[in-house]
């Protein structure tokens, strides 16, 4: 049976949180209704694997505080920052591109203590060293914007990401190339087993709803969307991609 979520029209199966649009009118289901893509759909705010864990997991060591500056990058509706806003008291950024996801976002419990700000992760409209803390939770990530951005010293980088097989240079080729901007790894925890379930539990649910998404989105679409999930399951179940938190200092 579902869990409950403290959300109202949001039911938890796994590591999934669906959003249940016909009874949940607020930001995040008005998004998902405009929207129609199943990453919302199933994935809630926290759109990013392992969830609101994942966040949780890597604020616990994000150093952040009254005083210090953390951007959200590729954000979303800014779930990660306004948990770094709420829980640690730092000035909270979030960044994205698309404007309605930050105007959800501003309305969700914890936006009014975030800024928000529509920019390109590629070329983020920041100073040299204006954060010490940077954030990528499954998004688009710029090694070079990225560091650039992030203070000098006392920083930290916390990514949620895809990252190479052993078959592509192994998760220390991806740890080599934070180290050319003087990134020290800090903190790693393997996500590939929950990216799998992830992607399985959601394609299942895609499959099993198929009357509810296909008249949701339109059978082409539909059929797209879960002819993507099913090319990204694969490629975890064939080892062809891992994914992981990390966490680095300079």
């Known amino acids: 049976m579902p869990a409950r979520s403290a959300v109202p029209g949001i ?25 129609h893509a199943w990453w919302i ?15 949780r997991w890597l604020l616990e060591r994000a150093q952040l505080g009254p005083g210090k500056r953390m951007l959200d990058t590729g954000a979303f509706v800014g779930a990660s920052a306004r948990s770094a806003a709420e829980a640690t008291g730092c000035d909270a950024f979030a960044s994205d591109l698309n404007l309605d996801f930050l105007a959800a976002g501003r309305e969700m419990p914890g936006g009014a203590g975030v800024r928000w700000v529509a920019a390109d992760s590629g070329r983020l409209p920041f100073p040299d060293g204006q954060f010490q803390s940077v954030w990528a939770m499954d998004t688009y990530i710029s090694v070079r914007e ?31 190339e934070w180290a050319e901007y003087g990134w020290q790894l800090a903190g790693h925890k393997d996500m590939s087993n929950d990216a799998t379930v992830t992607w399985r539990t959601a394609e299942a649910e895609m499959v099993r709803r198929r009357p509810f998404f296909e008249d949701r989105y339109g059978t082409r679409p539909y059929l797209r969307q879960l002819d993507m999930l099913m090319s990204m399951l694969l490629s975890y179940e064939r080892h062809e991609q891992g994914h992981g938190l990390f966490v680095f200092r300079r």
């Open 146 to 176: 990225l560091s650039r951005v992030a203070a000098p010293a006392e920083a930290t980088l916390c990514l949620n990401c895809e990252v190479p097989t052993d078959a592509r240079g192994g998760a220390e080729a991806f740890i080599d």
């Open 41 to 55: 759909d199933l994935l809630g705010e926290h759109n990013h694997i392992g969830g609101a864990d994942a966040t």
């Open 11 to 35: 039911r938890v199966i796994g590591r999934l949180c669906i959003v249940v649009t016909m009874t949940a009118p607020d930001a995040l289901a008005r998004l998902a209704d405009d929207y």
